[in-house]
Structure formats: structure tokens, C-alpha cells
């Protein structure tokens, strides 16, 4: 944290100068795309469609509106803005809004700079505290955005004409930050009108006042294209003084959903990049089904979930029956379908057939996943192994070393556990099992194989 702790010494320092935060974020994206460093951490698939809009748009100096589906990341793009803000900034210390203290521009902040002079108090603000956010609920209410007069300040005695009565609401008090308002449309249309004065003329207005505060805010804003146009509608004042529009998207390819399965799930048992990738092709066939109602979307929370869930399986598993490290095999996946189920909306004539769907969509994910990964390795001799009359019993109180004992020592085993596990991992039965279940999954799926299932147990048979 910088040192000058006062204003006489901050003015000597020669740094940290007023700037209005478009200039700021502007200049320190600037300095980012010339280092070639990535500013958007943690954002995934956005690299060639979403982020260049808007880094156009922050370029541009223009408050931003991101439209799109649930669990597109919007509100995770919002928060990553702040890291374009500087690290530390000066503000005068006691004030009610984040003040510059070389530029006060409320009147108790200008009332002290003139008799503290060069004495006046600075602190410094991290960046992760000048962005500010807010959910629109129908409930919000113009004195939550803007202001209202404090009856606690009246009370003390002073007059309803004094402009130090005020109480700031949420949009004044982000002075010199980020200003985030989640799901735009859902704030009712006349709260939305007391924001046109903030985004154009930079002023504010509470009952009687008219405050001309020059603030110095990005506002930012996520809403969702069916709220957008159907429940509640961003009115077309105020969707003018937007200068940018960015749609957002789902991830395009498999990889990068994936990825983002990888990067937010809290797993609770090691997930295979086979099954975590079943799980994001499971996801994909998803929105491309028609009976999910593809106007609600499939949030990439789904898969998030899904992979959460089969870990919590297996670590149920592993617990039973006394495994030390748990790993997840294909039998977990079955609880995917049950759970999850109310997190997908299908259309109006699939009532009662929502399980049938999940079930028959993860069997292909699962399918397509098996081709990318077994392809080019000669199963027939596990095929035939079991033809022979050897039966593979797995389930959640079946140990990984059964199902190991119930085949013989085939070099193709080796193959499939050398393609499916991670390169340089021990060779734990645990991790062997998980491997040779996929393999065995897949040959049921292509038909070359049997499965008797029953919710303890399932075998694989001729």
C-alpha cells in the first residue's frame, strides 16, 4: 500500500494523479494487450468472440450491457473488470463517497479541503473494493440505486435544504469504480428512469435536490434475452445510453467446456478427463435437444454440478467398501440424471419423459466420448474373454480389485489403461478399475456386450 498519507504529501509524491475511471481502465488495458499479458483470468471461450468486443468497448469509454442465457459467465466477466483498475488508489479518508482527494466533489468533502488544506486525510482503496454490484429485484428502490434523505441527519438538526441530509445510495457511493447490476430488465421500469441522469449528465437527483456531482462510474449490466423481451424489458432511454451490446455465449467447443468443469467444480474424488469430458459432450447434446426448452438454456452450472455429483458418488463408494483413494468409474454417473433433473426446463409436451431424455443423451455422450478416446485399440480379445463366460460385476459396494480378479491378464487392459489414465499416475486398482469399466460401458453401447443393472449392481455379460 503507497505511503502519503496525507494530501500535501501526495501532491509531492507526484503520482496518483485524478483520473476518471474510463481513462484508467483504458490505459491500464492498453498496457496489458502491449505486454501480451491476459487480463481476463478465469474466463474461458470467449477468446475470440466476447472479450474483444469488449475490450472495444471499455477502449471506447462505454458502459456495457451483456446479454445473454443463465450460466454464461456474465456476472464472472463483470467482476473480472476490476483487475484493469489500478491496485491502490487515494481517497479522502472519512468521506461518505470514494473521493479523489485532489478533486472532492461533495459539499462536506469540499467543506473540509478548504479549512484542512494540505492537511487533509488520504487512504487508500484496493481495487477489489471499486467494484460494486448489485442484484435488480423488484423490490430495489430508487434510494437503494441513488439516494434518499436520512432522517438521522434531519433528526440531529439539521434542514431538509441542507444536501449533507442526503443518504447515497449504491450507484454514488461506487464514485470512481465499477457499478455491476445484475439481470437489468428485472428492475422495475420507473427505477430504471432515476439511472438516466447518472449515465448521461453524471448528476444525480434525490426528491427535492438536485445535486450536480460529476461522478465517475462504469456501469455495467447483465440481462438474460428472454427477460429482455418478454418478463421484464430494459427501457429504450436507457438501453440508448449504453454505448456497447455484447451477446454472450455458451462454450463452442467440448474443450472448453471441459475446462470449465475443470476450473470450477469442487470435486471431492478424482474425475477422469474421460468422464469429465461425457460430462461436457452431455451438456452440448443438451442445447442441441428439442425437447429442452432452449429459450431457458442449459447453464454451464449443469455440468459444474453434474461433476460434482459424480465425485460426491464415488466418494460414497469409496467410503463404503474401504477404498483409500476415491476415483470415479462410469457406474457414478448414474446419479447424474436423477439428481440434475431440475436443472434442465423441457418443453411442454415432454412431461414425464424428462428422465427417459437425460438418460438416453448421457448414453450418447458417453458413446461419442468412448470413440475419441478407445479408437484405434483392437477390443476383441476383452469381448472375447467375456463371450468365454466370464461375467464383470462393478456397482457402488463392488470393490475396484473384484473387478480387476474377474478378468485375466489381457496386454489390450494395458492399452486402455495406458490411453485413459493420466500420464505418469500410479497405477492404483482404483484408478485400473475406473479404465476397464469405461472400456466395458463402451462395448455395451456398441452392442458387443450385455448389462444387467438393478440399483446395487450391474454386470457385464455376453
Given at each position: 500500500?503507497?505511503?502519503?498519507r496525507?494530501?500535501g504529501?501526495?501532491r509531492?509524491?507526484g503520482?496518483y494523479?485524478?483520473r476518471?475511471v474510463k481513462t484508467?481502465?483504458?490505459e491500464?488495458l492498453?498496457a496489458a494487450?502491449r ?5 481476463w ?10 472479450l474483444p468486443?469488449?475490450?472495444r468497448a471499455?477502449?471506447a469509454?462505454h458502459?456495457?450491457?451483456l446479454?445473454?442465457?443463465r450460466?454464461?459467465g456474465k456476472?464472472r ?5 476490476s ?6 488508489t487515494p481517497v479522502?479518508?472519512g ?5 479523489h ?6 459539499p462536506?468533502s469540499?467543506?473540509?479541503?478548504a479549512?484542512?488544506?494540505e492537511?487533509?486525510p488520504v487512504e487508500?482503496?484496493?481495487r477489489s473494493?471499486r467494484?460494486t454490484?448489485k442484484?435488480a429485484?423488484p423490490?430495489?428502490?430508487?434510494g437503494d440505486?441513488?439516494g434518499?434523505v436520512d432522517?438521522v441527519k434531519?433528526?440531529e438538526g439539521?434542514?431538509?435544504?441542507d ?7 449504491l ?8 457499478v ?6 428485472d428492475?422495475?421500469?420507473r ?11 453524471r448528476?444525480i437527483q434525490?426528491?427535492g435536490?438536485t445535486?450536480r456531482l460529476p461522478?465517475?462510474?462504469l456501469l455495467?449490466a ?6 429482455y ?5 430494459i ?5 440508448d445510453?449504453?454505448g456497447?451490446?455484447i451477446?454472450?455465449?455458451y462454450?463452442l467447443?467440448?474443450?472448453?467446456e471441459?475446462?470449465?468443469v475443470r ?6 474424488a478424482?474425475?477422469g478427463?474421460p468422464?469429465i469430458?461425457?460430462l461436457?459432450?452431455?451438456v452440448?447434446l ?6 429442452v426448452?432452449?429459450?431457458s438454456?442449459?447453464s454451464a452450472?449443469f455440468a459444474?454440478?453434474?461433476a ?5 458418488a464415488a466418494l ?7 477404498e483409500?483413494?476415491?476415483?470415479a ?12 433433473r431440475g ?8 412431461q414425464?419423459r ?5 438418460r438416453?443423451?448421457?448414453r450418447?455422450?458417453?458413446?461419442e466420448?468412448a470413440r475419441?478416446w478407445?479408437?484405434g485399440i ?9 463371450v468365454?463366460g466370464?461375467v464383470?460385476t462393478?456397482?457402488?459396494r ?6 480387476l480378479h474377474?478378468?485375466p491378464e489381457?496386454?489390450?487392459c494395458h492399452d486402455i ?6 500420464p505418469?499416475a500410479?497405477r492404483?486398482?482404483a484408478?485400473?478399475a475406473?479404465?476397464i ?13 450385455a448389462?444387467?443393472?438393478d ?8
Amino acid at each position: 500500500m503507497p505511503q502519503p498519507r496525507t494530501l500535501g504529501a501526495l501532491r509531492e509524491s507526484g503520482r496518483y494523479p485524478p483520473r476518471p475511471v474510463k481513462t484508467e481502465l483504458r490505459e491500464n488495458l492498453l498496457a496489458a494487450l502491449r505486454a501480451g499479458s491476459n487480463p481476463w483470468q478465469g474466463i474461458v471461450g470467449f477468446d475470440r468472440t466476447v472479450l474483444p468486443a469488449l475490450e472495444r468497448a471499455l477502449l471506447a469509454g462505454h458502459d456495457v450491457v451483456l446479454l445473454g442465457e443463465r450460466g454464461q459467465g456474465k456476472t464472472r466477466l463483470l467482476r473480472t473488470l476490476s483487475v484493469l483498475l489500478d491496485e491502490w488508489t487515494p481517497v479522502i479518508a472519512g468521506a461518505e463517497l470514494g473521493e479523489h482527494p485532489m478533486a472532492p466533489i461533495t459539499p462536506g468533502s469540499l467543506r473540509r479541503a478548504a479549512e484542512l488544506g494540505e492537511e487533509l486525510p488520504v487512504e487508500w482503496v484496493h481495487r477489489s473494493q471499486r467494484y460494486t454490484e448489485k442484484l435488480a429485484t423488484p423490490d430495489t428502490s430508487v434510494g437503494d440505486l441513488v439516494g434518499d434523505v436520512d432522517p438521522v441527519k434531519v433528526a440531529e438538526g439539521r434542514s431538509l435544504g441542507d444536501p449533507e441530509t442526503i443518504h447515497f445510495g449504491l450507484v454514488p457511493r461506487a464514485h470512481r469504480g465499477i457499478v455491476g447490476i445484475n439481470e437489468l430488465p428485472d428492475l422495475a421500469e420507473r427505477i430504471q428512469v432515476a439511472l438516466l441522469n447518472v449515465m448521461e449528465e453524471r448528476d444525480i437527483q434525490v426528491r427535492g435536490y438536485t445535486l450536480r456531482l460529476p461522478l465517475d462510474v462504469l456501469l455495467v449490466a447483465t440481462a438474460n434475452p428472454e427477460d429482455y423481451t418478454n418478463r421484464g424489458r430494459i427501457i429504450t432511454p436507457l438501453k440508448d445510453r449504453f454505448g456497447a451490446e455484447i451477446r454472450t455465449h455458451y462454450p463452442l467447443t467440448v474443450a472448453a467446456e471441459a475446462e470449465v468443469v475443470r476450473q470450477e467444480a469442487e470435486l471431492g474424488a478424482e474425475l477422469g478427463e474421460p468422464l469429465i469430458e461425457v460430462l461436457a459432450r452431455y451438456v452440448r447434446l443438451l442445447r442441441e435437444s428439442g425437447a429442452v426448452d432452449q429459450r431457458s438454456g442449459v447453464s454451464a452450472r449443469f455440468a459444474v454440478a453434474a461433476a460434482e455429483t459424480v465425485a460426491a458418488a464415488a466418494l460414497r463408494r469409496a467410503t463404503l467398501i474401504g477404498e483409500p483413494i476415491p476415483v470415479a468409474r462410469p457406474v457414478d454417473l448414474e446419479a447424474v440424471p436423477e439428481v440434475l433433473r431440475g436443472k434442465v426446463e423441457f418443453e411442454t409436451g415432454e412431461q414425464g419423459r424428462e428422465l427417459e431424455h437425460l438418460r438416453h443423451l448421457l448414453r450418447r455422450a458417453f458413446a461419442e466420448t468412448a470413440r475419441e478416446w478407445l479408437g484405434g485399440i483392437d477390443m476383441n480379445p476383452l469381448v472375447e474373454s467375456i463371450v468365454d463366460g466370464r461375467v464383470v460385476t462393478t456397482g457402488e459396494r463392488v470393490p475396484a480389485r473384484e473387478i480387476l480378479h474377474a478378468l485375466p491378464e489381457l496386454p489390450v487392459c494395458h492399452d486402455i489403461v495406458e490411453r485413459l489414465t493420466e500420464p505418469g499416475a500410479e497405477r492404483e486398482p482404483a484408478r485400473i478399475a475406473a479404465a476397464i469399466e469405461f472400456a466395458l460401458e463402451s462395448l455395451y453401447l456398441a452392442r458387443r456386450l450385455a448389462k444387467d443393472a438393478d440399483e446395487s449392481e450391474t454386470v457385464y455379460g455376453p
